[in-house]
Each structure stands twice: as C-alpha cells, then as structure tokens.
C-alpha cells in the first residue's frame, strides 16, 4: 500500500553567527490514511523542525532544506511549497501549532479567524465561511459557537484555544494533521478531552495525523507506529507494542526508564539520562547518542550506525543490533532468534568491536 504522506532523507540546516546547525539529519517516515505516528524525543531533537519542513514553514534564510524529499499521494511537493504551498499546506495538510495563545491573532475574532482559512482555501463568500466558521466550533465541542465566534482570543481558556486551533486545523478537512505538543500546558482532564475530540474527528474523516510529543503516555493512548528522534534522526521505529515492550534503542529504553508509571510507588525512584545532547553544530563523528549510552563501544565513537531491521515494522540506529554483536543488554529487545537483524543499508556490513 502507497503511504499517504512519505518523507525521504530529509536534511535541514540553519545558518547562525556560530556556524551551521544541522538540525535534521536524514529523517525518514510515512503514515497511512486513519493512521496516527508519533514522533517523540526531547527538546531540540529536531521534531518540530522536521514537520515546519514539511509545511514549508521554514524560513528561508536562515533555514535551509539541503536534500530530501516529501511525497504526499505519491506526488512530491518539498519543491513546489515556495510556488503552490498555500494549496498543499493547509488544505491538503493542517497543523496545530503548540502555542494558540501566540498562534492566533489577539486583535482579530476567533470567527473571522476561522473564516479566514475558508475564504483563501476554498473561495467561500464571507456568510459562507462565517457559517462554517460556526459550525467548526461545534464541531469540536465549543458550546454557544455562535456567540463564542464573536469573542476575541483572550476570552478563551487554554483548552478552547486549543480546540478554536484544531477547527481551524481541519476547516479544509485535509488528509494529514499534524498536531505539535497539542496537549502542552493543559491539565489532565483538558487533554484527555483534546486527545478524544482528535481520535472522533480522526474516524469521521479519514485522516492520518502525525502527533509530536515527549509524552510516551500520549504516545500509548494515540498512536499507531511510533519514531524517536534524538539529535536530528530518528534512532528507532516501530510499532507503538513494539516501542513498549520490545525497545531496542538505548535511548528509547532511558526515555522509559525517566517516565512514571501506574505501578510506581512513593519508593520508586526515576532514571534520568546523563548527560546532554550532542552540539549540532559539529555532530559526533559516530553514534550521536554515544556519550549518554551506557553500553556503548568503540565502533559508536567512529561509526555512525545504520538503521537495523529486527521486523517488517521495527528498526533501530544501534550497534547493539547489529547480527554480530554478541552482547546482550537487559532491557533491549534482540532479534538474532528470530533471524531478522539485518541493515537498512549496507553502511552497516562491519565488523563490530566491542
């Protein structure tokens, strides 16, 4: 089956006054129609980045899409966002942005802000997009919509901001939806009624919706496949079971360890990774991990390590998956049993020195 949207080698770099940050470094992902892919990882792993890209919000200077490509129904776009982007984005894909307070013009009506979407997208009259403007806010459970179109940003609470971001996210009822940290800054409560209200709409329309998150709870209630990213790549990928139960990523086993759980008790202490992230200004050499991992071994500080298959659906950028590396690792999911722990590219067919 074609991937609805599909992203290749995607590299982006900015230009600063201390050099060229290489902020995304050959990402790779695709979702499927009424999928939902998660992408997880901590501040400044290049996860938002990586989806400004995509829409073609990057700016251009400093930013800089140096390779890759994006293909949305098999058609690739990437080039054709600075000549046609308004068409693609916002129409064919939407996007919540984190913060609505600062997404959303205080000076202007939350109706006209809606209608405004309608009008540049799909040439509706203004009593046209007023009334879809209206009938948005119903949809996503804002109650007295036609009284609250009127009003202004600031009579909203966070969590109807949130929801006004999501009518207007979907107004042109596009094929993916990309939702950045959509629960930030919202109590439990609120952000279990935006993460229902996405799932309804989700099932009523079809759509895929790329969530970006450093909430794995988020990720287990939401997604379907799950990637991480650390450092600008995507060091695993799987399913969101495979993710739980069979991590096979050093990074992703600390992101567990650091994360409470029900079962936890007043007693129960979490694990934080050591360390920081890797300067991207002059990537590592090797593994970007490397320095925080406590596995790691001479091969990760001179040898960027490919991506390892361990099924059809999961993959791993570590050398501990390679097929001979004899270590086990608690806590890591293996696949030499299964016969699968073979490397996406041929990068990887080294031998490996413990």
Same mark, same amino acid.
């Given at each position: 089956?074609?991937a609805l949207l ?24 695709? =979702? ?6 998660? *992408?997880?990882? $901590? ?5 938002? %980045? #990586?989806? +400004? !890209? ?59 802000q809606i209608a ?53 996210? =979907? ?6 939806? *990309?939702?950045? $940290? ?5 109590? %439990? #409560?609120? +952000? !279990? ?25 988020v990720v287990a ?134």
């Amino acid at each position: 089956m074609t991937a609805l949207l599909s992203v290749e080698n995607l590299h982006v770099e900015f230009a600063t006054y201390g050099g060229i940050v290489k902020a995304v470094r050959g990402v790779s992902f695709d =979702v499927e129609a009424g999928q939902t892919l998660a *992408i997880v990882g $901590e501040s400044g792993s290049g996860k938002s %980045v #990586t989806m +400004q !890209a995509v829409m073609g919000l990057i700016p251009m200077p400093p930013g800089r899409i140096t390779q890759g490509s994006a293909k949305l129904r098999g058609q690739d776009f990437l080039g054709r966002l600075e000549m046609d982007g308004r068409t693609i984005c916002g129409d064919e894909i939407g996007m919540i942005f984190q913060d609505p307070m600062s997404s959303l013009n205080p000076t202007m009506r939350i109706g006209d802000q809606i209608a405004e979407t309608l009008k540049v997208h799909r040439d509706y009259s203004p009593k046209e997009a007023w009334k879809r403007a209206i009938e948005l806010l119903e949809l996503v459970k804002i109650p007295e919509a036609p009284k609250r179109a009127a009003q202004y940003p600031f009579e909203f609470s966070g969590g109807m901001l949130q929801r006004v971001m999501i009518a207007m996210a =979907v107004a042109c009822k596009p094929a993916v939806l *990309i939702a950045d $940290e959509p629960t930030t800054a919202l109590d %439990v #409560t609120i +952000q !279990a009624q935006i993460l229902d209200l996405l799932q309804d709409i989700q099932k009523e329309t079809g759509m895929a919706i790329i969530l970006i998150t450093h909430d794995l709870a988020v990720v287990a209630r939401m997604a379907d496949k799950v990637a991480v990213m650390y450092a600008g790549q995507i060091v695993e990928a799987a399913t969101v079971n495979e993710l739980f139960y069979e991590s096979a990523h050093p990074y992703t086993l600390g992101l567990k360890q650091a994360m409470p759980s029900a079962e936890s008790d007043e007693n129960h202490v979490l694990e934080p990774i050591p360390g920081s992230p890797p300067d991207l200004f002059s990537p590592p050499q090797g593994c970007a991990y490397c320095a925080r991992c406590p596995w790691h071994m001479q091969v990760c500080q001179t040898d960027d390590p490919a991506s390892f298959r361990l099924s059809d659906t999961h993959t791993s950028r570590c050398w501990l998956q390679h097929p001979r590396q004899p270590r086990e690792v608690e806590g890591l999911h293996r696949a030499e049993s299964q016969g699968v722990s073979k490397p996406v590219s041929d990068t990887a067919d080294q031998e490996v020195s413990p």
